[in-house]
Every structure is written in C-alpha cells, then in structure tokens.
C-alpha cells in the first residue's frame, strides 16, 4: 500500500514539475520571434485491480505539445508574403514618383524654359545674346533629360543589388530549412515525440522565406516539409535543398533574373513564377513601373529631338546657310543629337545570326509641324524560318509577315515610329529585343556645332516671295514655307509665276503642283498651269513622298491682272527671318506625340499622373494587405502567443499541485514508517 502511495504521490510530483518547467519555458520565450506556446499533455495511468475495484495509480506525461494551427500559421505566411511584395514595390515607385513630380527637378521647368529661349530667338532673330540663351536653354533641357535618366538608370543597378541579396537570403533560410528537417526526423524517430523548439525554428525561417518570395509547403510523415515556388518548383525537399541563382536574361543580357540551379547549369525562370516577398515587388516594380517610366521618358526625349530637328532641317542659319546650298556648305541644321534604338540580340541565336538594326522614322509633317508614332515600349522580333513577328511588349500587338521589307511595309498602316533592317534572313529561332526608348533620356545632348557657333541656329525660312513690281492687280504673295524634300528645288530657284487668264503658269516642266494639299499636277510645259483660287494654299512639291505634297508653299490672295507675277526666290541675308524658328516654338503646344494625340507636356504631365495614380494605389494595397496580415498574426497569436497572464496562473496552478503531491508523499512515508513501527513490536 505504501509503495502505490508514494508512487501515485512521485507521478503528482513530477506531473507538476514538468508544468512549472514548460510554463517557466513559455515566460522565457514571451518575446522570442516564431516562438509558440507550449502546454503539458497529461494522461492517468492505468489502475491496479483490487477486490474493492480499480485503484489508481497517478498520472504520466504524455507528451508536450505546442498550441499549434497550421492553417493559422499559412495564412500568415501568404499574408506575409502579400504584404512584403507591395512594400518593397511602394518603397521604390516613391522614388519615381518624386524624381518625376519634383517641380524644380521634374522636366516641365526646363521644357518651358527651352521654349522660353526659342520665344527670345523668334522676337529677336539677329540677336548673338538671344541665340546664345537658346542654346544655353537646349543644354538645360538635354542635360535635364540626361538627369532623370540616369537617376532610373541608377535604379535598375540597385534593382539587381536588391535581387542578388534576395535570392542570397533565400538560399540560407532554403538550407537552414533543410537542415531543421533533418534534425527533426532524427529526433522523432529517436524520441517518438514532435521537437517543439526545431518545429518552432522551421516555422520561422518558413516565415522570414515568405518576406522574400512566396513559397507553398507541405508534409511528409517523418516529419520534414517541401517548399515549392512559383508552380511547384522544388525549393526544399527532406534534407536537400535547391539553390536559386542570378543570371543575366537570355533575352536581354543587360537584364538579370533569377534562375534554378541544375546539374548543368542555372535554368531561368519565368517572371511569373516569383510572386510574393521583397522579391517578387521588385521584379513587378522593375517590369511594371519602372520599364514604363524608362520608356515614356525616352519616348519624350527622341519625340522633341525628332521634330524640333526636322523642323530646323527647314531653316536658314544667320550665316546664310541652308539645304538649298550649293554645293553642300557642311551647314549642320540638326539642334539635338541623340542615339539610335537599341538591338539586343537574344543570347540563345545560333552562331553567325544575321545583325539586326533600327532607326527612328523621319518624323511626319503636319500643319506645318511634324509629329512622331513612337510608342513607350519595347518590341521582341523573332522568326520561325517561314516568316517573322514583332510583338509589342507593353500590350503584346503583334505584326507578322514574310520578311523584315514586307513587315515594314505592313506597319506602314500602323507605324510605331521605327523601322527595322538586318545583314540577311532570319533564321528559325532567332530572337531580337527592340527598345526604341528605353535608355533614349541619357543620350540627348545639343549638337557639339550650335554649342560653338549660335549663329548656326536654323532661325529664317529660306526661300522668300515678292510681288512684281509691275503688278497692277491687288492680289498679294504670303511670305512662302518650305517643307520636306523642299531642297531638290533648289535649281529652280528662282522662279517667276504669272497669272494668265485665271491660270497660274510658267512652272517648270515637269514640276508638279498641288492645291490646298490635294494630289500633285504633273506641269507639261510653260504653257500649262493650275487654276488660280485666292488665299489657295499652292506647294511647289519637292523630293519627299510624304502625305500631303510637300516642297515650298505660298498662297496669293485678292484679284491679280493678266500679266502679274509673282517670285519665288531664296532668302539671302536674312538676319532678321525668325520664320523658321517661330514654326519651332509651335512644336511646345502642337500634338507632336503618339501619332498627333499629345504635345510633350501633356506626355510627361501624363507620365507623372499615371505613375503618381499607381504609386497611391500601391500604397493604399500596401496599407490594406498590413491590415490582413495584422489580422492573420493577431488570430494566430490568440492561440499559439504567450499570454504571460495566463502563464502565471500556470505558475501558480503548478506550484500548488507540486505543494499538494508533496504533502500526499508526507502523509505516505508517515503512514509507511507508522507500519515501520508496528511490525517491530
């Protein structure tokens, strides 16, 4: 009887022993990160069978468990992820938008003040000290391209810092993981019972993997889990673990990614396979962000280039020179230099790929201006031996035909501000990353000629119109314009028309007259002419093909005589011609972008307010996914945190059994020395 006393008493004894120590561990632990509460589980041990029935023998230690949810600590995990993935990407598209907003630093002041100085040159033509202020403006603007950027350039170096970091991290807390299964299978197997503390430990690199990138998990009956990214890719597996690598793209070698190390060698991986964490924003903000800020910028900055150039292409520099000249006076009308787009051949092309190259399109002249149909986005060109495609990125519109000629020519009805030639055919497989725009901001500068010499600013027209003196009608000529290809009229110049019976005659034969933009009249001979019309916009067309005729303009207004004339002649000693350069300062307020659709400010003021309306959207994601996540933590933390609360109420609940069993082994050992003492009487 004495022995199932104290024995029944040492169970109670130890039973609470063993609960001070775990709540003493749960205290200690309060504030360790990942840590999860734990709790004894106690089961009665079996009774001895008596005559009076069972009698029981005191309690055992089942096992200590952890307070534990798996369904709980996923959904932390995926709102962790979530809530990592926009805060990584809201803290790099603020400083976008900053850098872009900035209204000392942003574009718009130095557009503005680019054309302020075009304004000083059209009030004062002849003018050295405005001349010189307009340079001094291009450089402000070319330099604030230059800028802005840089600064996106910049980002995308740190961009690939960060990835390399990431994937760093990732690898350790994938190898820790596949340690911690390892020691958690060699103690269950060992013990029969769960570590709690290395369970613990996984969890929380599961945890800090889920910051990162997301990752999915799953169990295996000696206790280890798998972790998987993107579609199932194996990230852990038992004890092994896979490493990610960094790597340049195979489409784009300027451009790293992450990729699966293999056996023979790293396997890229698809953008869309790296959701979630730090590292899946970052991927995001780089491909939706910042390609697009990248993109338009240097869109802006080859528009304003394109046209302002075309534009001076149809001017006459203080020094008298122009397209007109003859022979070619090395005359350099060009304001802006800037770089062709880029062709990035695809790192998987067979040797001796042909070489693919690509030029921005002339810009196209409209109401006396010009405009572009560059679009913000890359192209990828591929073929597949029997004809070739070109895709656009940003939307993914597609154009394919036979061959690069036949592809040109196709985009004619929907051009894109670029055309695209090669060294010979493509061959099946072959792959050609396009970017018209991309890094186009940093390389705009004036051009090194009008920095030397301010007196090379395109500033008059170079043709002029007179009345004959003769004239006795009061009909008058308008100042006359030139347009593309106006310089292979050159050798007609000058010329004399006369009105002749309503007729407009004396052209040269075999020029060609159009009417108010309609198509050209091809002239005969002297004798033939075109119908007079007053204030009728006539266009002596010149070498270009474009759509209306261009060459040189005029329009004769009111009612001439029989026998007036009317000269067309170049325009020399011009000093105070501001013509040309007036028609420049339009381009600040014409549609010269996307196809007639927007001027330059309206571009960047669009650029800004998209990526601005993206920045506070991502934001307000980013605070709401917090929320989840505070949500998810705070129902976990309800039954798995320690509640020191409650935890001293342990303490004191097991103090008192400890005190009650040790009493209980009082009494027994008084009652087995009593015995004791009967037996030696």
Not at 62 to 67: D, I, L, P, S
Not at 151 to 162: H, V
Not at 163 to 171: F, G, K, M
Not at 449 to 475: E, K, Q, Y
Request: glycine share 10%; aromatic share 4%.
């Amino acid at each position: 009887m004495g022995s199932g006393i104290l024995g029944t008493g040492v169970s109670g004894l130890l039973a609470a022993q063993y609960g001070l120590q775990t709540t003493e561990h749960n205290i200690a632990n309060a504030n360790t990160p990942g840590y999860t509460r734990q709790r004894v589980i106690q089961g009665s041990n079996a009774g001895d069978m008596t005559g009076g029935g069972f009698l029981g023998r005191g309690v055992h230690i089942a096992t200590v468990e952890r307070v534990y949810s798996r369904f709980l600590t996923e959904q932390v995990d995926q709102a962790q992820a979530g809530a990592s993935q926009l805060d990584s990407y809201a803290a790099h598209i603020r400083r976008i938008d900053s850098l872009l907003a900035d209204a000392q630093a942003g574009l718009s002041p130095a557009l503005q003040g680019f054309f302020d100085g075009v304004a000083q040159v059209a009030a004062n033509p002849s003018n050295l000290s405005s001349r010189q202020l307009m340079i001094s403006s291009a450089q402000g603007l070319s330099a604030r391209y230059q800028s802005l950027g840089t600064q996106l350039a910049q980002m995308y170096d740190q961009i690939n810092g960060e990835i390399r970091d990431s994937v760093t991290a990732i690898n350790s807390h994938a190898e820790q993981i596949a340690r911690l299964n390892e020691q958690i299978g060699l103690a269950q197997a060992t013990s029969g019972h769960s570590p709690n503390d290395l369970l613990d430990a996984r969890d929380y690199q599961v945890a800090e993997l889920n910051k990162l990138i997301r990752v999915k998990t799953s169990s295996s009956g000696d206790g280890s889990v798998s972790v998987f990214i993107g579609s199932g890719q194996q990230l852990v597996v038992g004890s092994q673990s896979t490493a990610l690598a960094v790597t340049a793209s195979a489409g784009d070698l300027s451009r790293l990614v992450v990729g699966l190390k293999t056996n023979t060698g790293v396997q890229e991986m698809s953008q869309s396979l790296i959701e979630g964490g730090a590292l899946g924003g970052l991927l995001d903000f780089r491909s939706d962000s910042l390609d697009r800020a990248s993109n338009e910028l240097g869109r802006n900055a080859v528009s304003l280039a394109l046209t302002v150039n075309a534009q001076a292409e149809l001017g006459q520099d203080l020094l008298g020179q122009s397209l007109l000249s003859t022979p070619p006076s090395g005359f350099t009308p060009a304001l802006f230099t800037v770089g062709g787009p880029e062709v990035r051949a695809d790192g998987r092309n067979p040797p001796g790929s042909p070489t693919v190259t690509a030029a921005f399109a002339t810009p196209v002249p409209f109401s006396g201006n010009f405009y572009t149909d560059l679009v913000a986005s890359d192209y990828r060109l591929t073929s597949d031996g029997s004809s070739v495609t070109l895709t656009r990125v940003r939307d993914d519109r597609q154009w394919t035909a036979a061959d690069l000629a036949t592809l040109d020519a196709q985009l004619q009805a929907e051009p894109q501000g670029f055309t695209i030639t090669s060294s010979g055919p493509l061959a099946a497989g072959t792959s050609y990353l396009i970017q018209p725009t991309r890094d186009a901001a940093r390389r705009i500068a004036v051009n090194p000629a009008m920095l030397a010499d301010p007196r090379l600013i395109p500033a008059a027209a170079p043709v002029r119109t007179t009345a004959g003196a003769a004239n006795t009608g009061s009909a008058a000529i308008s100042p006359g314009s030139v347009g593309p290809g106006y310089e292979a009229l050159g050798p007609l110049l000058p010329l004399t028309v006369v009105v002749d019976n309503g007729q407009l005659r004396n052209f040269p034969a075999g020029s060609r007259v159009s009417i108010d933009g309609g198509p050209p009249q091809l002239i005969a001979g002297p004798g033939s002419g075109v119908a007079y019309a007053s204030g009728a916009t006539i266009t002596l067309v010149g070498a270009s093909s474009a759509a209306p005729p261009s060459g040189i303009s005029f329009s004769i207004s009111g009612v001439p005589n029989n026998g007036d004339s009317f000269v067309l002649a170049r325009n020399p000693a011009a000093t105070s011609d501001g013509r040309n350069v007036l028609a420049l300062g339009q381009l600040q307020t014409l549609d010269t972008m996307s196809g007639k659709t927007v001027s330059f400010q309206e571009s960047y003021a669009e650029l800004v307010s998209e990526n601005g309306s993206r920045t506070r959207q991502v934001q307000v994601g980013a605070e709401a996914q917090k929320v989840l996540l505070k949500q998810a933590q705070d129902s976990r933390d309800s039954l798995s945190g320690v509640n020191l609360d409650e935890e001293a109420a342990n303490l004191i609940r097991y103090q008192q059994a400890y005190q009650a069993a040790a009493k209980a082994l009082e009494i027994a050992s008084s009652l087995f020395n009593t015995i004791l003492e009967l037996g030696a009487r």
